[in-house]
């Protein structure tokens, strides 16, 4: 196709200009360089030019609408030349996977605006929910029957995670990356599947699923087998002893309810204890079915920080002869939080050692962070925890920070995340007064040897002289 008269001018007029800039005008756009999670802040900066002139305008665009720029700079070289530099704050929400953000450049010397387009699921972090479902029910397992767990791991961004299973906290399987399915919000969503065995004392299995390098994920669930028994006056019978869904921490009151059914009178009764004291806060109902009674029984229980190790029993008689007896770990609805300290020691000249401390918590699953001025360390490795004596766990963090390197105050912050619960952090503020201390510190060790030869010999020149002085006054006495 042949340009008109109007074209070619207008290609012409291009060319000088861009002859008279130096260069082709460019546009760069940059974001975030790590993943945030819905309902933060992040920004984008984007940068272009050169141009012959500073008549441009800048327009960010968040999918078609137009989105305020925070900040703009204009920045002139030693040819003239003009180029800016906008920034703007964007905060992200779930829904924004399929957004995209925009940055266009206009300026007379240009034919068409220059643009450039990020999309926003490259810096979003959309965190999965989980659930654990069984197959057959939970409500129908026999002893020692193969049970198929199944854990729903939904809505999740980016693809990539790791799924690991436990069972009574020991890891049992882990999935480095597992099948996944696209939803249509740009989501992901997978199922994973996992072959356990149930039994009368009951098993603790958990899901747990990282991404990068966020705190992990979990959805736990207590299988149980419904154990079926013949006995004199009785028919054969089921019964379930259950506590809440969700850990709590020391100071709350949590129930336990025990339910049974298939008794062929109504001559029963139910006792608690927690570790041989009988509780007495309990409440039990007896209630006609058909031809037999069913019998529902709870208790309610505070929490204290030293029931890791603590046992409840539920003890459950038909016509005085006992006939049931489960019992439940309170471990598995106790939650304690840790308590976080950071302290700091000098380890050598130029090296200040801080550490961590990470004290008394339960359960053992935690995760740990260091941050400097609020940007993380990568590729810090997780300490292993050590158990107290009273079943909950302590661990430390030790970090060495370059003290000859110091420009400005640095905080060091220590961040912890136990299981889903929010963020436990303590801080340690480093300024250059420290490094000017052991600057000095380090000086005086190599200049002592020196001090101490120079006072010997002043001292050595001050005798010299005094014995010089007495010498003379001594003689002239004696003449």
């Not at 959805?219 to 379930?240: F, H, P, V, W």
């Not at 940007?375 to 766990?393: C, E, I, L, R």
Request: net charge positive; proline share 5%; with cysteine.
């Amino acid at each position: 196709m042949t340009a008109t008269p109007g074209q070619a001018l207008s290609a012409l007029l291009l060319t000088l200009l861009l002859g008279l800039t130096g260069g082709q005008p460019s546009i760069s756009l940059v974001g975030p360089t790590r993943r945030t999670t819905p309902e933060n802040s992040v920004p984008f900066n984007c940068t272009a030019g050169p141009f012959s002139s500073s008549d441009f305008n800048v327009t960010w665009m968040k999918d078609r609408d137009e989105h305020p720029a925070s900040a703009q700079r204009l920045v002139t070289d030693n040819k003239g030349n003009y180029s800016v530099t906008s920034k703007v704050w964007v905060t992200l929400s779930r829904q924004d996977i399929l957004s995209v953000m925009t940055c266009e450049v206009t300026h007379r010397a240009l034919a068409e605006p220059l643009r450039r387009s990020m999309n926003l699921s490259r810096v979003l972090q959309v965190v999965p929910t989980l659930k654990i479902t069984t197959k057959p029910s939970a409500m129908q397992i026999r002893v020692h029957q193969r049970v198929n767990l199944t854990c729903h791991v939904s809505h999740f961004h980016p693809p990539h995670l790791h799924l690991t299973w436990m069972e009574n906290r020991h890891k049992v399987q882990t999935v480095e990356s597992p099948q996944v399915t696209r939803n249509p919000d740009g989501t992901y969503s997978l199922q994973h599947t996992w072959q356990a065995e149930a039994t009368l004392d009951g098993r603790e299995f958990a899901c747990w699923v990282v991404q990068d390098e966020q705190p992990p994920v979990q959805a736990n669930i207590t299988l149980r087998a419904q154990a079926s028994r013949l006995g004199k006056g009785m028919s054969s019978y089921s019964s379930a002893l259950q506590g809440p869904f969700q850990r709590s921490e020391p100071g709350t009151n949590i129930q336990l309810t025990f339910t049974s059914s298939g008794f062929s009178t109504g001559q029963v009764t139910v006792t608690w204890l927690k570790n041989s004291h009988q509780l007495l806060k309990s409440q039990t109902s007896v209630h006609p079915r058909g031809d037999t009674y069913n019998v529902t029984s709870s208790v309610v229980i505070l929490l204290q920080a030293d029931d890791v190790h603590s046992l409840v029993h539920c003890q459950v008689k038909h016509m005085s002869i006992l006939v049931s007896q489960k019992t439940i770990r309170l471990e598995q609805y106790l939650r304690v939080p840790p308590t976080v300290t950071v302290s700091q020691s000098s380890h050598s000249l130029d090296v200040v050692a801080v550490t961590c401390h990470v004290q008394r918590f339960y359960p053992q699953n935690v995760h740990l962070s260091w941050l400097e001025n609020c940007h993380t360390f990568k590729g810090a490795v997780q300490p292993s925890s050590k158990q107290n004596s009273d079943g909950t766990y302590t661990l430390e963090s030790l970090h060495l920070v370059n003290a000859s390197v110091w420009e400005s105050e640095r905080v060091l912050t220590c961040k912890v995340q136990h299981e889903t619960q929010r963020p436990i952090q303590a801080s340690l503020i480093l300024s250059t007064a420290v490094q000017d201390t052991y600057k000095s510190l380090g000086s005086t060790g190599p200049e002592m040897p020196a001090l101490i030869l120079m006072a010997f010999l002043l001292g050595f020149k001050v005798v010299l002289v005094i014995s010089f002085i007495a010498t003379y006054f001594h003689r002239w006495w004696n003449l």
